[in-house]
């Protein structure tokens, strides 16, 4: 059961053909929630209409799987689950929110795109909105979409005490949400791109084992392959 009601729902709009993300509906004030998925197993469903798209939805899953102690089951009758449907875009709730939760995954959408979803499923918000953000990006607030600047305003809350991270897929891109083509998130470390959705950075992989209590983050480091040490 999730313990904590704060919750938000994400909306990743498509605009231009290029998906954008971050219309936060609901009050949340955390980085990283504290309404995860308990034993780090999330069941799930895949609506009828995505039959088609099932292969793309389990490579997004593998993301996460491969590097992480998270698992995903399909659904029998467990009370919390996510519904994996169809949609206009890419959406997701912030964290688990209790009993059935849609995850949307629009034709647009790609299955690093469906990665980022369900970690917002699995309790993270967007990485730039951390409160040490301003260290590391500028925040060009005069370029930003009217509408959208609340996607910019600073969450606070657990950050794991893991470094910020630039390339993380949870970060945005420097483009997103411009009103005018001009930089909306600027890196103050020249050269750096950001907004990548091809896979998890080694934070991400950390963040994930860190909030879940998994212990493969240290072997993944030291390694750069994952073990799997439960067996
Ligand atoms: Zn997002």
């Known amino acids: 059961m999730c313990s904590d ?24 004030d955390r980085n990283a929630v504290k309404t995860i998925w308990s034993d780090a197993t999330v069941h ?12 793309e939805i389990y490579a997004a899953l593998k993301m996460i799987a491969d590097a992480t102690c998270i698992r995903f089951r399909k659904h029998t009758n467990e009370l919390n689950y996510l519904k ?20 949307f995954f629009g034709p647009k959408c790609s299955v690093g795109n ?15 909105t951390r409160t040490d953000r301003d260290q590391y990006i500028t925040v060009n607030w005069q370029s930003i979409k ?27 891109g420097q483009y997103f949400f411009s009103v005018d083509g001009s930089p909306t998130v600027l890196p103050k470390q020249s050269g750096v791109k950001m907004g990548q959705r091809t896979h998890l950075s080694q934070l991400d992989v950390q963040r994930l084992n860190k909030l879940y209590h998994c212990g493969k983050d240290l072997l993944y480091l030291i390694t750069g392959f994952l073990l799997d040490t439960s067996s």
């Open 5 to 28: 009601c704060f919750y938000s729902f994400v909306i990743e709009l498509q605009e231009d053909m290029m998906v954008q993300e971050g219309d936060i509906l609901l009050p949340e």
């Open 114 to 128: 469906l990665c980022h979803e369900i970690i917002h499923a699995l309790g993270f918000h967007h990485e730039h």
């Open 84 to 103: 994996i449907r169809d949609g206009i875009g890419c959406a997701s709730y912030v964290g688990c929110r209790g009993g059935v939760q849609s995850v």
């Open 146 to 172: 009217p509408k959208s600047k609340r996607n910019f305003e600073v969450k606070h809350g657990d950050t794991l005490n893991l470094p910020y991270d630039l390339n993380s897929i949870m970060h945005y």
């Open 44 to 55: 799930f469903t895949i609506s009828k209409e995505l039959a088609h798209r099932v292969s």
